[in-house]
């Protein structure tokens, strides 16, 4: 039996943060789901907070939420901010953002969390990065530079904290649900293109949290989740490739 303990889960309103929330808290997890706004629903048994990761008091909101809660000894940065610009059309403004939400939000939840630890304790925090870091391509410029510099703070993380018994790791999956502007027939057709034929879903996401969770001897690790499709070297974003 495990003893009680709190999870924080980011972006756990919908997509694959709400299945991630709802598996922890199947798992017997207390979990703090956070959503951008106070209207977000969340799974049921969850308890919410809204806050907006752009803000750099975010981390102090969400932890205040944990409040009366058993030890917090998951943390997931699932949240992230996805909007395209590329070379010929970089967006400065894009590039901030995209930093606010997907690595400075990140960083200050890590100390956060880092700051509530007791000595020797195992926990545990999972970033969630993108499989375009082991297949990059230009598209999606300021996200995908965002992603890469999560990945290094995940490696940073884990040097710095495994001392104290906290464990950082990384789960990298390709497309697992239809994108902003992505057509239904492109994402059919991509979805399973890869060399197992296999489309990743947030299931599969699911198990490798589930997993680092019980690996007490990992920290520093990525986990890519994408069927190999990293293999086909591709040169594009998906779903800008033609379905045909």
Not at 39 to 56: E, F, I
Not at 182 to 204: C, I, K, W, Y
Not at 229 to 236: D, E, I
């Amino acid at each position: 039996m495990q003893p009680d303990r709190t999870a924080i889960v980011t972006g756990a309103g919908k997509r694959v943060g709400r299945a991630i929330a709802a598996a922890l808290i199947e798992d017997g997890w207390h979990v703090v789901a956070h959503v951008h706004r106070e209207s977000d629903p969340v799974p049921d048994g969850a308890t919410r907070v809204a806050a907006d990761l752009d803000d750099v008091h975010c981390a102090d909101a969400i932890f205040a939420a944990a409040d009366g809660h058993p030890p917090v000894r998951l943390l997931v940065n699932n949240a992230a901010r996805f909007a395209w610009d590329g070379f010929g059309g970089f967006d400065p403004e894009q590039f901030a953002a995209h930093m606010a939400v997907n690595v400075r939000a990140p960083a200050l939840l890590i100390e956060r969390f880092a700051g509530v630890q007791s000595p020797g304790e195992d926990s545990l925090v999972v970033n969630l990065l993108d499989s375009k870091l082991v297949a990059p391509n230009p598209d999606y410029l300021s996200y995908t530079l965002s992603k890469q510099a999560l990945a290094g703070l995940t490696e940073l993380a884990a040097r710095a904290l495994a001392p104290g018994g906290m464990r950082v790791n990384g789960v990298a999956p390709a497309l697992m649900l239809r994108s902003t502007g992505q057509s239904e027939e492109n994402f059919e057709t991509m979805h399973a293109n890869n060399p197992l034929g296999r489309g990743v879903e947030p299931a599969d996401v699911v198990g490798a949290i589930r997993f680092l969770i019980d690996a007490r001897c990992v920290t520093g690790q990525l986990i890519v989740i994408d069927s190999g499709q990293r293999f086909l070297g591709l040169g594009r974003d998906v779903q800008f490739l033609d379905p045909t």
